[in-house]
């Protein structure tokens, strides 16, 4: 889907990279390739990495917390980023040998159906978007049998493909690198626009939306920046908008020192400044991870690393303490 001829040749429409690709050729991504002038995805149906896992592990906190989801990844990404904490499958793609097991859609959609405590399907480990039809075609079936469907990527999608699976997913996890082009022209091998214009989209659509931001020192910590990020998705997104704080752990190419205590709180703060919903991720001695009443401050979802307690009218959308409508 989505690609166009281009003299000989073929060009892919999904992602900002556009490829223009000879015959036999892949893209950016490694499993989209140029066979017969058409674009094939060389990773359809094949499962790297599957199970079920928390809805928080995601992350997505406001979006049936206590619930689990059936994980699916595959392989491949279209960025390069240097700090990919899951290159082995994103970015050691070897075309003739791409690995993993083969699944029918049919055996996915039982297996997530097995489980009384699941909600649906996350497509998440690698860049979901390289697999477009999989991904499209998998929710699709999922939301019929009545499942919920996830999505977590970089956002790095063009605006037609990215409103097509907004048709099929109920809810994403956009990875917010930084708010630089350096940044994500240097660590990521792509731009920074496209990003913000994915997060505009689905929050024009009205899809349930949390942003993860990986913080790495030295690379994208600046606190003045980051107060123009958190401005820009306060304006833009709204004062609701989940923003997860994530500890980085040195990973790939990159062998930085992880992020520290003191500059997840001191972004932490500035963040609160304008947005509701701040946690941080990776940390647990912080305990910034519960939701709180933004009237009184009582716990209305209590996380405890992976255990969830709920302390909410889910029906009334208010505090139990205060009787105050809260909006998760």
Not at 19 to 26: A, D, Q
Not at 61 to 78: A, L, Q, R, T, W
Not at 99 to 104: A, R, V
């Amino acid at each position: 889907m989505f690609y166009q001829k281009v003299k000989r040749n073929v060009q892919c429409n999904i992602c900002p990279h556009e490829c223009i690709l000879h015959e036999g050729k892949v893209g950016v991504c490694g499993v989209r390739r140029n066979l017969g002038g058409k674009i094939r995805c060389l990773n359809y149906g094949l499962v790297s990495s599957v199970g079920f896992d928390p809805i928080e592990k995601k992350p997505l906190y406001h979006f049936y917390p206590g619930k689990e989801i059936f994980s699916i990844g595959s392989m491949g990404c279209n960025l390069s980023c240097n700090f990919c904490q899951n290159w082995e499958i994103s970015q050691n793609c070897q075309v003739e040998n791409l690995g993993g097991n083969k699944y029918e859609i049919k055996e996915l959609i039982a297996k997530a159906k097995s489980n009384p405590n699941n909600i649906g399907i996350a497509f998440t480990y690698n860049e979901p978007t390289v697999g477009f039809e999989f991904v499209k075609d998998v929710a699709s079936k999922a939301q019929k049998e009545g499942l919920k469907t996830v999505m977590v990527s970089n956002g790095y999608i063009n605006q037609k493909p990215l409103e097509s699976l907004i048709e099929v997913i109920d809810a994403f996890n956009i990875d917010l690198k930084a708010f630089t082009e350096s940044f994500y022209v240097e660590m990521s091998g792509g731009q920074l626009a496209p990003v913000l214009e994915s997060l505009k989209i689905i929050n024009k659509h009205k899809r349930h939306l949390e942003i993860t931001f990986l913080v790495i020192p030295n690379k994208n910590d600046s606190v003045e920046i980051f107060k123009e990020m958190v401005s820009w998705i306060c304006n833009e997104l709204g004062e609701n908008t989940v923003l997860h704080l994530s500890r980085y752990f040195p990973r790939y190419k990159q062998n930085q020192p992880f992020t520290s205590n003191e500059k997840l709180i001191e972004l932490f703060n500035v963040a609160k400044e304008r947005l509701n919903f701040v946690y941080i991720g990776n940390a647990p001695e912080l305990d910034k991870s519960n939701t709180l009443c933004l009237h009184c401050n009582t716990v209305l979802i209590k996380r405890e690393r992976y255990n969830t307690m709920v302390n909410y009218n889910w029906e009334l959308k208010t505090c139990p303490e205060c009787n105050k409508p809260v909006e998760l």
